[in-house]
């Protein structure tokens, strides 16, 4: 273990004490809104949004407890390297979709940004410039003191932003945008377009749009009981509320006036850095315990790891039968 990974947990544990009883309860409160959502409750995009924010509000500090600081399970591309270099090397290929003309001179959106690491890795890959927003301020904060501690405030800038307001960014303004696990798993099939349109806006002609993003694969069937039972036991486990297909996003893209170069599977099955994480996590349980014993952490956290477990064993038949896949690839292109 490296010092980085120690001072990142420490960090982790030091953000979980610190947080207030309302933002604690909060959470709670927001745990429970998705088990209600999981069993079948109608819930409106307002409170799927405030429950998001609370959860991740948590949740980014406890697994960044476990090495999982960037809140996304790549592809395992090389068997030898474990989550974090095959995050590496699943943002490096996204990089190379966006398809640059010159990365030096080049200005990156990052959607959902959670706490600026792959930004980071994408400035230092381009020599440019990277943007990203989150809907959580403490995953914001943690991005806006990681890039002042790398000494990078000039190229990476962080704020609070929704995918579900109008972005604020002027129309134009970047060379391409990417996303890893953090837009299309909020949205309702109806709500796609606006987005869409933002993302189309923002981008300059000729700019690209390149993700790995959790999506229904067109194999999943709503009308099959064991695909929906598998659904509804990993939803929660990815911390997502809504499963849209390839289809339904392209058809958004095409519409705001995207031309869809790719969309097409993850190259390799995320679910083998699935079952390690899950692993860590299961011997990490001992420390969750004494940390609830002397009150650092609420003890619904252990529950929630419970849930983590069962929820991943669902996501590991669903991604085996092909039916969802977390790390879909789309590559879109604005129109010069
Ligand atoms: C699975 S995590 C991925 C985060 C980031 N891409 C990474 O890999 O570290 C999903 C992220 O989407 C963010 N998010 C969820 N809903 C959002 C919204 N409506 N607007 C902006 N960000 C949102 C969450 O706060 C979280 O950081």
């Known amino acids: 273990m490296n010092w980085y990974r120690i001072k990142t947990a420490l960090v982790g544990l030091r953000r979980l004490a610190e947080l207030s009883d309302e933002d604690k309860q909060a959470c709670i409160d927001a745990y429970k809104f998705f088990q209600r959502m999981q069993d079948g ?144 798993p909020f949205f309702k099939k109806e709500e796609l377009d606006a987005h869409a349109g933002e993302m189309y806006r923002v981008l300059k002609p000729g700019a690209r749009y390149a993700c790995s993003e959790y999506l229904l694969t067109p194999h999943f069937d709503w009308s099959d009981e064991e695909h929906v039972r598998l659904h509804k036991a990993y939803l929660p486990t990815l911390a997502a509320t809504q499963s849209m297909y390839p289809a339904d996003v392209c058809a958004a893209l095409k519409g705001a006036g995207f031309e869809v170069v790719v969309s097409a599977p993850s190259r390799r099955p995320a679910w083998p850095i699935c079952e390690q994480k899950r692993d860590l996590i299961l011997r990490g349980r001992k420390v969750v315990r004494a940390l609830e014993a002397i009150r650092i952490l609420p003890p619904w956290i252990e529950e929630s790891l419970d849930l983590l477990q069962s929820g991943g064993e669902a996501w590991t038949a669903a991604e085996k039968a092909k039916i969802a896949d977390l790390n879909w690839r789309i590559v879109a292109e604005k129109p010069r």
């Open 41 to 184: 409750a109608p819930t409106q995009t307002a409170d799927e949004m405030k429950a998001v924010a609370d959860y991740y509000k948590v949740l980014n500090n406890l697994l960044s407890v476990f090495d999982l600081e960037k809140l996304y399970i790549p592809p395992q591309l090389d068997e030898s390297q474990g989550l974090y270099g095959n995050q590496l090397l699943c943002e490096q290929a996204v990089l190379k979709d966006l398809a640059l003309r010159e990365p030096g001179r080049s200005h990156l959106l990052d959607m959902g940004c959670g706490r600026g690491r792959i930004s980071y890795h994408f400035a230092t890959l381009t020599g440019g410039r990277v943007s990203g927003y989150n809907i959580d301020p403490n995953q914001i904060e943690s991005a806006i003191d990681w890039a002042a501690e790398c000494g990078m405030n000039s190229r990476l800038h962080f704020k609070v932003g929704n995918h579900h307001e109008p972005l604020e960014y002027d129309s134009g303004t970047f060379d391409g945008c990417f996303s890893f696990q953090a837009v299309w």
